[in-house]
């Protein structure tokens, strides 16, 4: 007997992404001159041009309708198209292909393609396209400061540089309402430990005084920052989902663990840089390191990110781009501040340990939720098992993923509190609260529950993760 041929599922991906200003290119012959990026590179010239052609034009036509909110996104059976001014009269476009499912025909005929157009969700990929621009601007400022610096000469190899690696990290499968959100995951502290982290970067800004702004986390987890909340945002995401990932090393599990001791007066001594230099004892180290700009009152700021990090505590100091960083102050900064946050590594790792163990064992909740905070940015999952740029693991199933997306989208277009209760084809319950710029997403296992039951559940749980965090970071 012939073998049957199974179904095949194709996930959402990435056909299309360009970068164009329409006034780069006014006249008839001069279309190529509005593109400044586009992916894939090997698009026949003609071909790149129908296409920003034909974004531009749905743009400009939807603007007779509404002039200040032109279209953000066209749906088609085949893809999706994004749209995103990220500064004045510079577009950027994402196209997604849908995902499909290939089934198979009988008599050798051609397989039969579904598209799954509703799978895809515009707030979703909304989010990730303004991401891309966030990050872009993290490491290279405005399209604005380059074209002011250098003109499109300068911005056209930047825009290249930047987007040709970070759109092979982007994975379209594993984005999710988190990216929505784009939040921060706080770590949870008693207020003694918490004291002792802030005098720690007290302590350093006072003796590094070329140390304008410092962050401080724990577990890929925020404790401390001095940043804005806009610029902590997208750095967060770049450490957690990009520099960590690729640093990552086994967990310690308090001060008497060994890995690379070095001994530093009565201190053992973990830290390390995780940008610049590898190795402080290697003459040929290069003492530089990577870029950011982040916001002031006058506009942006350039400043050197230096990102250290012993056992699971990391620390973020920017420093002016305008100073040389030498030898010299790595080698300072690692002989005081190596110690210190090792022994911190320590002290956090046996205060959480304890407070586990004083807690009790972990149970498996009768409930899994989401929560975020749109004043402090607090992120909280249970989720998410494993959350990163390349894959979202998760305790659910998809298309429970999908309803939470769907009832995010209903709450984006109102402004009052609202609640939403879903029953799911799979017996599950899931329950949506947004209330003073909280929002609270819960799935629970109710198979014979009843919705004023479910209703009642859900309340105990309402606005509740913030009792998580027994102290705040300050996010200035």
């Known amino acids: 007997m012939a073998a049957v041929t199974q179904e095949k599922q194709y996930t959402p991906s990435l056909l299309s992404f360009f ?10 012959g001069e279309e190529e001159k509005k593109i400044l990026f586009y992916h894939p590179s090997e698009v026949e010239k003609n071909e790149k041009i129908r296409n920003v052609g034909l974004c531009e034009a749905i743009v400009q036509f ?27 009269s510079y577009w950027i476009v994402m196209i997604v292909k849908n995902p499909m499912v ?3 025909n009988k ?14 969700l515009d707030t979703v990929y909304g989010a990730v396209l303004r991401q891309c621009y966030s990050m872009y601007k993290l490491f290279n400022g405005t399209f604005g400061r380059a074209m002011e610096a250098g003109g499109v000469e300068l911005l056209i190899p930047k825009l290249e540089k930047f987007f040709y690696r970070y759109l ?28 002792k982290i802030q005098s720690f970067v007290n302590r350093v800004e006072e003796n590094l005084r070329l140390v304008k702004y410092t962050a401080f986390l724990y577990n890929d987890q925020l404790i401390w920052s001095g940043l804005e909340q806009d610029d902590m945002r997208i750095l967060y ?3 957690t989902t990009s520099l960590f990932p690729r640093h990552s090393e086994p967990e310690l599990a308090g001060r008497d663990s060994a890995l690379r001791p070095e001994v530093s007066g009565n201190l053992l001594h973990y830290g390390r840089f995780l940008t610049g230099p590898a190795n402080l004892k290697d003459p040929d180290a290069k003492f530089r390191f990577p870029r950011i700009f982040v916001h002031t009152e006058d506009g942006s700021e350039e400043l050197h990110l ?23 102050f790595c080698e300072r900064l690692d002989a005081l501040v190596g110690p210190q946050l090792t022994l911190l590594a320590s002290d956090i790792c046996e205060q959480f340990t304890l407070n586990r163990r004083i807690s009790g064992p972990d149970k498996e909740p009768q409930f899994k939720f989401i ?18 740029a390349s894959v979202s693991l998760t305790s659910v199933h998809p298309d429970l993923m999908k309803i939470l997306g769907d009832i995010n989208c209903d709450f984006a277009r109102v402004d009052e509190d609202e609640e939403v209760i879903v029953k799911a084809m799979t017996d599950y319950w899931v329950v949506g609260k947004k209330s003073d710029q909280r929002e609270l997403y819960v799935i629970l296992n109710q198979k014979n529950a009843n919705l004023i039951e479910v209703n009642g559940r859900s309340d105990t749980t309402t606005m509740t993760p913030d009792m998580h965090y027994i102290t705040h970071p300050i996010v200035r």
């Open 102 to 104: 290939e089934k198979p």
């Open 19 to 28: 970068v164009y200003n329409p006034s780069f290119g006014p006249r008839e």
């Open 168 to 195: 092979q990290t982007l994975h379209l499968q594993s984005c999710d309402l988190l990216d929505v959100f784009g939040g921060i995951s706080f770590f949870p502290l008693d207020k003694m430990t918490y004291l």
């Open 107 to 120: 008599d050798g005929k051609p397989p039969t393609i579904e598209y799954q157009e509703e799978e895809v």
């Open 306 to 328: 230096i990102v250290y990090k012993a056992m699971s505590a990391a620390v973020c100091f920017m420093i002016s781009a305008s100073v040389e960083l030498t030898r010299e």
């Open 371 to 388: 929560y975020f905070n749109h004043m402090n940015l607090a992120e909280k999952s249970t989720i998410h098992m494993r959350k990163t």
């Open 62 to 88: 939807t603007r007779t309708f509404c002039p200040t909110k032109p279209a953000k996104s066209l749906h088609t059976q085949k893809n999706r198209q994004f749209f995103f001014e990220a500064e004045d």
């Open 237 to 239: 995401k770049y450490l």
